[in-house]
């Protein structure tokens, strides 16, 4: 079903109260256009198309309150006993969720208040038409510089093996469990590891672009985007060799790029290449001998 202005619009006011806000006064021409609708929803009908012909959510003005006459539209507020971050995707195709997401994510209360992060929001890249969706931690220096995930050295590690495995960076969905750059004092290009309280509070968002990719299977990139993304504490070393289950989708944990950056063994390669042939299999990707073979010790 594609998005209606009504249903832009709802959304639009849900997002609203997702970040917090509680009232919302309205332009004349806004509230006429609400109460029409309101009455229609009333009478069981849509609303005349005279009155749905608003392309944008009418904008918001903070000083004039509400007339009392003008009845709360029911369907605007959140549900009893819904947690406070929920996120109710609106109608339309993936492509208008992500972009829905995205704009949540840019003002994500629950992130915002930490006064912990930076101001850029990092969303996503590549294909969302994937099976194969990954997940790293946050974005660094060079990732906040262009806004794309996975840019910088540890961006280019992570190229290498989707190459290896036949693939680039435009066939799957590259993402982070954090969308913001974890701030440090006097900061430059260092950068810091997300903390549980900026993971929690980042989680709904990565948790709904999973739900409207519905990938056949997740890559969580490090320990961080793991036990994120899983709920589980553990290291790398002991949650990986696995499947893990999130929601139905299978999740297979490895070494965080940065890691082969850092100790780029042929041994510690050989692990990453292990994770990637397990997830090459389950999804029925051709596999060649010579791929097979990658980073074994020689005879
Ligand atoms: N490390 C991550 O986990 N994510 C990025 O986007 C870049 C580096």
Redesign the pocket.
């Known amino acids: 079903m594609s998005a209606t202005p009504n249903s832009l619009f709802r959304h639009y006011l849900d997002s609203l109260i997702q970040q917090g806000t509680t009232r919302a006064s309205l332009t004349d021409e806004a509230r006429n256009v609400l109460r029409t609708w309101y009455v229609a929803a009333r009478q069981g009908g849509r609303p005349a198309a005279s009155a749905s012909a608003s392309p944008k959510p009418p904008p918001l003005q903070t000083s004039a309150p509400a007339p009392a006459e003008m009845p709360e539209p029911p369907e605007l507020l959140p549900q009893s006993g819904e947690p406070a971050f929920s996120i109710t995707l609106p109608e339309g195709t993936m492509e208008d969720k992500l972009q829905y997401l995205r704009h949540l994510a840019q003002n994500w209360k629950p992130a915002r208040e930490l006064n912990s992060l930076r101001d850029t929001m990092?969303f996503a890249t590549g294909n969302p038409h994937t099976k194969l969706m990954l997940i790293?931690?946050?974005?660094?220096y060079y990732?906040e510089v262009q806004q794309e995930?996975?840019?910088?050295r540890?961006?280019e590690k992570l190229n290498q093996i989707l190459r290896a495995m036949g693939l680039s960076r435009d066939m799957v969905y590259i993402s982070?469990i954090v969308k913001f750059r974890p701030a440090l004092p006097n900061q430059r290009t260092n950068n810091r590891a997300p903390t549980p309280e900026e993971i929690e509070a980042c989680l709904p968002i990565i948790m709904h672009e999973i739900r409207v990719i519905q990938p056949k299977m997740i890559i969580a990139?490090?320990g961080?985007?793991a036990v994120g993304l899983l709920g589980e504490q553990g290291s790398v070393s002991s949650m990986r060799g696995r499947f893990h289950n999130l929601n139905g989708i299978p999740v297979r944990v490895t070494y965080?790029?940065?890691y082969l950056l850092r100790s780029d063994s042929p041994r510690e390669k050989r692990k990453v290449w292990e994770d990637m042939l397990a997830v090459m299999e389950r999804l029925d990707m051709p596999i060649s001998e010579k791929q097979r073979g990658y980073f074994l010790p020689r005879e």
């Open positions: 990092v790293g931690e946050a974005p660094g990732e995930p996975f840019v910088g540890a961006g982070n990139l490090g961080t985007a965080h790029p940065s």
